[in-house]
């Protein structure tokens, strides 16, 4: 079973900067993709960015040139750093890791709060 436990979720002020991370349980190199997803209330689940076994990235266009997505092998963490904080980017962020070929295998993190307010 893996699991991936995220931190770094706080209060923080617009503007600010937060860098979320995500350890697993076992080494990130076994999965194809991990990425962070975010759902604010009342809203859908939504991709905000991914990074592959490869060292790809992608964006969410809302948060592209504000957030960076970043993986050390070594300690089985990817991390998310998020610069210039908006209202609109408080959500409960959640980590993802993604397993297969062709079928997919996903698992997620319980999630960690991020409010951006005044």
């Known amino acids: 079973q893996v699991q991936l436990v995220e931190s770094g979720g706080a209060l923080v002020q617009p503007g600010g900067s937060l860098r979320l991370s995500c350890a697993a349980s076992?080494?990130?190199?076994?999965?194809?993709?991990m990425g962070w997803y975010r759902q604010a209330p009342g809203k859908q689940r939504e991709l905000v960015a991914t990074?592959?076994?490869?060292?790809?990235?992608n964006y969410a266009d809302s948060v592209k040139g504000r957030f960076t997505i970043s993986r050390d092998n070594a300690k089985n963490t990817v991390y998310l750093q998020m610069n210039s904080l908006q209202a609109e980017d408080t959500a409960v962020y959640y980590c993802n890791a993604r397993v297969g070929a062709g079928v997919w295998i996903d698992y997620w993190g319980q999630g960690t709060q991020v409010t951006v307010s005044s």
């Open positions: 076992r080494s990130i190199f076994s999965f194809n993709v």
């Open positions: 990074i592959t076994n490869g060292g790809s990235t």
